[in-house]
């Protein structure tokens, strides 16, 4: 039973937490000591959140996740862990994140709230509701970003925010890209919002968003090169690792991958050099001189 419950809990899913250290870390305060421990508070409560959100969304999708190819695997969908439990378990870590939340700055736990929020009506409702659905998931990606400005006193550029909402979005459509066709035409029975997209919508949807998501990323490059002179080249040199990432994460979704996106981040490896080289450059640009 421990075992199942630490599955449930997604530990593998924490990754998408680190979206908090990302406003400090651009704006070059990461590392100072007091900023670095709310950081770190940050992500643990998100954490604690997420895996919340994930027994409960799983208690209420257990009967649809058992007509999905790899979902019924899940140990409440399975029958590992009774519906009551996984429900029990989400309340009760999504009521210890929110007190703990405020503990470190209200607007962090003003964050977790709405997180929590649309979290719950995504798996109530919003799920089932076509383009909903989508903007639901990639507003949980950019409240960490925003969680982790907000509670080390960091100014969020808007750039920076739009850079964001629409690569979640990108990664969002590919997510929904691979459940098309994983499930084909049993995807409606799955998830009814999956039964309206079409794959040439969803590939529309991921071609805006990560043309935005480019975009808006230039601007920002340019921005921090206007602010900071020494490190101006940095900054601009970080535009090319950023589009090629961005040019291989859309490769890997048209040859099937996708479905979870931090699986497809965790298995590729020129994927991971490519960031790698990025967080190098843009590292540069904050800290040199």
Known sequence: ????????????????????????????????????????????????????????????DHVADRLHPTKRHRPVAAGDVPVGLAKAVGACLLTLSLPLA?????????????????????????????????????SGFVIRAIAGGVATDVPLSNWFLIVASFGSLFMVAGKRQAEHLDL???????RASLAHYSLAYLRSVRSVASGVTMTAY??????????????????????????????RYALLIDGGQGGAPEDVVLAD?????????????????????
């Not at 084909?184 to 799955?190: F, S, V």
């Not at 602010?227 to 690792?241: D, K, M, Y």
Request: aromatic letters at 12%.
């Open 218 to 247: 230039c601007l920002w490059a340019f921005e921090k090169a206007q602010s900071s002179g020494h490190a101006a080249t940095w900054f601009e040199l970080s535009i090319v690792p950023f589009v090629i990432a961005i040019l």
């Open 102 to 138: 405020l503990a470190v700055d209200a607007r962090l736990a003003l964050a977790l709230a709405v997180y929590a929020a649309v979290t719950f009506s995504y798996s109530l409702y919003l799920k089932h509701q076509p383009v909903l659905d989508m903007a639901a998931v990639a």
């Open 1 to 60: 039973m421990g075992a199942a419950l630490v599955r449930t809990a997604r530990p593998r899913q924490w990754v998408k937490n680190v979206l908090v250290f990302a406003a400090p870390g651009a704006a070059g305060v990461l590392f100072h000591a007091g900023t670095a421990a709310r950081a770190m508070a940050a992500f643990a409560l998100f954490s604690m959140a997420a895996s919340g959100t994930y027994f409960l969304n799983d208690a209420v």
């Open 184 to 190: 084909n035409e049993d995807r409606g029975a799955h």
């Open 269 to 289: 490896r020129s994927l991971q050099v490519i960031g790698a080289v990025w967080v190098l450059l843009f590292a540069l640009g904050v800290y040199a001189g």
